[in-house]
């Protein structure tokens, strides 16, 4: 059996992976992988996430890169809009005639 | 005789994918880290999808000769029997699973076994390079149906090259250990390198009319390619070796006959079966 | 809502609770009672052993693969339950563990996986039934998870039950073209039902009474039936599939209740269940010792390429400073 020593010569970092469709607008989140570095995340991405699908966008960031928000923040940066009920466009009560709107 | 050697030629490309598919679908569950297992898994998948191509064609032409009136079409293979005249029609897996090693036409490197990681990228690196090269080649090929199968299969040798080549790179620069793998892999494989640009008479025919790759005009690129690749990897030829040949004529190694005998075996067992 | 460090523990574990009671998903960095992370990381890293250990009885039969149509989806199949180990293991990895610690958990035999596959693959049946019987049980159990209350998981099995869907339909295939085929196929087909059927209606646990554990992850929502449920299911839809191949399930007992109005099931030997869940089933050795080895042997590659990055690493570094 490896010890502590081989085990940690041989980790390989993880990396969270992001894949835009080939119709898509954003690039998404769609889970983790070990990689030696970028490149072979991506490659590895690309076999796993799209099974090598053409047109297919990646971006690959290393784990340790990635800053999250902390999530009892998330209610000081999201209730104000929930006071401005007016952006919404359920808001608005518009005749049914309407069209295209 | 033009039908048999257009078989002849098919079949030989149509087996060396099988068997290197084949060899490198043995890595599945077994592969050092998941994420590689499942990048030649995906290899493995591309390569049994164009030996697929090449058999289908190949047994359109054997049915389309037999159709034409006996003898011309011919029987593609002296080993075929149970393919005896009337309407037997030939398939894909008549082919794969049907032929006897003497008749499969693999040049002797994808057969060799996989030994160890190292050995295994070796073999696919020297392969997915003269594949490469190959391919850009028959996409002019006379034969439409061989251009056609060649324009989708250049693609995924493409990234079989890349592929294979960052990983003769990582092993031969990476650790003393590594190192010194990939120097046993390439002193076990470089004698198999060069069958890859010897031509087979049926080769030779159909290059004349421009159906088959010309093979000696893809050498030098291989070489250039190699070259570039052992350089980055530390890697250095070693001298020139007896080179083994055979394998297009239906000679091949030991290894072969192992190999065939575990994928033919339920084929073999219960003859003429739907799977 | 404020800040929950100046919250009492009760207070957010009620938010937590709430989140989980409106189906309102649980992310890596909310708080989570520790117990709930602890049950999640030993399931889903479960799971993930699973799908990996689980790729060895099938790839068993790729070089026997009995024409190239079957070898490629055969490949492909295993494929993807490399692929769905990798997701699950990457959904656990955001609970604050390693792949290489759960790896090394399985190889020293703390951590367990599914005892199905812990059983031989003898003939090529053994494809058609883990596909139809296997895949079936196991896809019963992961669906409703797509609803679990922990993200990843939840978005990991989303994916996964997507790609299995070819997963079942092909194991079913390859009993039905041999169900229609020879007498020795035919008797091939009978004779992998004959293995298979009782592993996978022990593939859903022990029964509910003797499952303590069982309604904390409901309350939870990691686990959305119970055992005895999703057996019933399973039992219910088999029995009627395999009508179409002209076969039957190995016990004598089956039998249409009009009462409960689903299908009565013999005795589960939950001795043999125990007995493989503890590693004394006919493969467990061989499943573990052929994992250990794929890892002990790869170390050197793994080594090799961090090695190398490691080294690019540097050149580029040097590159930058002497620009």
């Known amino acids: ?101 | 005789m033009e039908q048999k050697t257009l078989i002849d030629y098919t079949l030989h490309l149509a087996d060396n994918a099988l068997v290197l598919g084949h060899r490198n679908s043995e890595w599945t569950g077994h592969g050092p880290i998941l994420e590689q297992d499942i990048a030649l898994s995906n290899i493995a998948l591309d390569l049994i999808g164009q030996a697929r191509n090449f058999y289908q064609y190949a047994a359109r032409l054997r049915n389309e000769g037999v159709s034409l009136g006996g003898a011309r079409g011919g029987r593609m293979s002296e080993g075929v029997a149970a393919t005896g005249g009337g309407g037997v029609e030939v398939t894909e897996d008549t082919l794969a699973y049907l032929r006897d090693s003497w008749d499969y036409r693999n040049c002797l490197l994808v057969e060799q076994i996989n030994g160890d990681w190292a050995k295994t990228i070796l073999r696919l690196f020297f392969f997915s390079a003269y594949q490469y090269s190959f391919y850009q080649r028959l996409q002019q090929s006379r034969d439409r149906e061989l251009a056609a199968i060649a324009e989708k299969s250049y693609k995924e040798v493409t990234y079989h090259l890349r592929w294979s080549s960052e990983w003769v790179i990582r092993l031969g620069d990476g650790t003393e250990e590594s190192h010194r793998r990939m120097e046993e892999a390439l002193d076990q494989l470089w004698k198999f390198s060069g069958e890859l640009f010897v031509p087979a008479d049926y080769e030779k025919v159909l290059a004349e009319k421009g159906i088959a790759v010309d093979l000696t005009a893809i050498r030098s690129q291989w070489e250039e390619r190699v070259d570039a690749v052992f350089r980055q990897a530390g890697l250095t030829k070693p001298a020139a070796a007896w080179e083994q040949t055979g394998g297009k004529q239906g000679r091949h190694t030991e290894h072969l006959g192992y190999l065939l005998a575990e994928m033919q075996f339920l084929q073999r067992a219960y003859p003429g079966c739907e799977w | 809502m404020a800040n929950e460090s100046r919250m009492s523990f009760s207070e957010v574990e009620k938010i937590f609770q709430d989140k989980v009671d409106e189906d309102i998903r649980i992310e890596p960095k909310d708080w989570m009672p520790d117990a709930y992370r602890k049950t999640l990381v030993r399931q889903i890293s479960q799971h993930a052993h699973s799908e990996i250990v689980g790729m060895l009885p099938e790839a068993n039969w790729i070089t026997r693969a009995p024409s190239l149509k079957r070898k490629a989806t055969l490949i492909a199949k295993v494929q993807d339950e490399a692929g769905h180990g990798l997701y699950l293991y990457s959904a656990a990895e955001t609970l604050g563990t390693s792949r290489d610690e759960m790896v090394a958990q399985l190889h020293s035999g703390k951590a367990k996986y599914s005892s199905i596959f812990n059983y031989p693959t003898l003939t090529w049946a053994d494809m058609g039934a883990i596909g139809w019987l296997v895949d079936g049980a196991a896809i019963m159990n992961q669906v409703p998870l797509c609803r679990a209350s922990y993200g990843p998981y939840a978005r990991a099995m989303v994916r996964i039950c997507k790609e299995e869907s070819f997963h079942q339909r092909q194991g079913f295939e390859i009993l039905l073209v041999l169900s229609r085929g020879s007498e020795a196929q035919r008797r091939m087909c009978q004779d992998a039902i004959d293995r298979w059927w009782w592993p996978s209606v022990m593939m859903f646990g022990p029964s509910d009474d003797a499952s303590p554990n069982s309604e904390q992850s409901m309350r939870w929502k990691i686990k959305r039936f119970s055992n005895d449920e999703l057996r019933q299911k399973f039992i219910d839809v088999s029995v009627e599939q395999v009508k179409l191949l002209g076969m039957r399930l190995p016990d004598a007992d089956l039998k249409w209740n009009e009462e409960r109005q689903h299908y009565d099931f013999g005795v589960i030997d939950w001795e043999e269940f125990r007995n493989v869940i503890n590693g004394n089933g006919p493969c467990n050795k061989e499943r573990l010792a052929a994992r250990v080895q794929a890892h002990a042997e790869g170390a050197w590659v793994r080594e090799a390429a961090m090695a190398h990055a490691q080294k690019m690493a540097e050149e580029q570094k040097q590159g930058h400073e002497a620009a």
């Not at chain 1, 983790?32 to 690959?60: C, F, K, P, Q």
């Not at chain 1, 999201?78 to 518009?94: C, E, G, I, S």
């Open chain 1, 1 to 101: 059996m490896e010890n502590q020593n081989t085990e940690s010569r041989s980790s390989w970092p993880l990396w969270e992976i992001f894949i835009r469709s080939k119709q898509g607008l954003d690039h998404k989140h769609v889970g983790s992988l070990h990689a030696v570095d970028a490149a072979m995340a991506i490659e590895n991405a690309r076999d796993v996430y799209t099974r090598r699908m053409e047109g297919i966008s990646i971006w690959v960031v290393e784990s340790k890169y990635v800053h999250a928000s902390n999530p009892d923040e998330a209610a000081s940066f999201y209730d104000p809009a929930n006071d401005k009920v007016y952006r919404h466009p359920t808001f608005y009560q518009l005749p049914d005639e309407l069209t295209h709107m």
